[in-house]
């Protein structure tokens, strides 16, 4: 049976949403680097100033967003074009689906990007280090999630979607991760 042409053409629009968010991603994984502001410390997240701590703050979000993205829009969609019951899955199980079909490389390196998105989204005062150490880990990350962003771009070209990298002049410079 044939994937629905609705379902294909939601899943290119919610690809190229999603690679809008990538690029601002790319964009803020640059200027974090530019900055210098990894590693992170205590002391050297308390003396950053306004603008630099509206990039990170921006960088954050972006990685959350894009991991978002990713598993809750792009996963379902594929698992819809692949006529898969992605509706009633945790989003372990997507990802688990995901690694199956060959979309992601890894399930299991997904579910940590995403668990730590989860835990950045709270603020505990007496987590102040764990905080610094997932955000350090997000910076080191974020390429390999670019990467991954980008080799699912590649997978669901299988259906007829694309979107234009041309269009996302800050993804160019990251590959794609395959299986």
Do not use: C, W
């Amino acid at each position: 049976m044939a994937e629905a042409p609705d379902t294909i053409a939601t899943l290119k629009a919610k690809l190229e949403v999603t690679a809008g968010v990538a690029d601002r991603l790319a964009y803020s994984v640059k200027h974090v680097r530019s900055l210098g502001l990894a590693p992170l410390t205590l002391t050297g997240l308390a003396a950053l100033g306004d603008g630099e701590m509206e990039v990170l703050d921006a960088f954050i979000y972006r990685y959350g967003s894009l991991v978002s993205n990713i598993q809750d829009s792009i996963f379902k969609s594929i698992g819809e074009a692949e006529q898969e019951p992605v509706n009633a899955m945790s989003n372990r199980d997507k990802a688990n689906l995901m690694e199956k079909l060959g979309a992601l490389p890894s399930a299991t390196a997904f579910a940590t990007l995403a668990v730590i998105r989860n835990r950045l989204m709270h603020d505990y005062p007496e987590e102040a280090q764990k905080q610094i150490d997932r955000m350090n880990f997000i910076i080191d990350e974020a390429p390999r999630l670019l990467a991954v962003f980008l080799g699912i771009a590649g997978f669901v070209r299988k259906f007829g979607v694309a979107f234009s990298p041309a269009e996302f002049v800050h993804l160019t410079d990251f590959s794609p991760i395959r299986k």
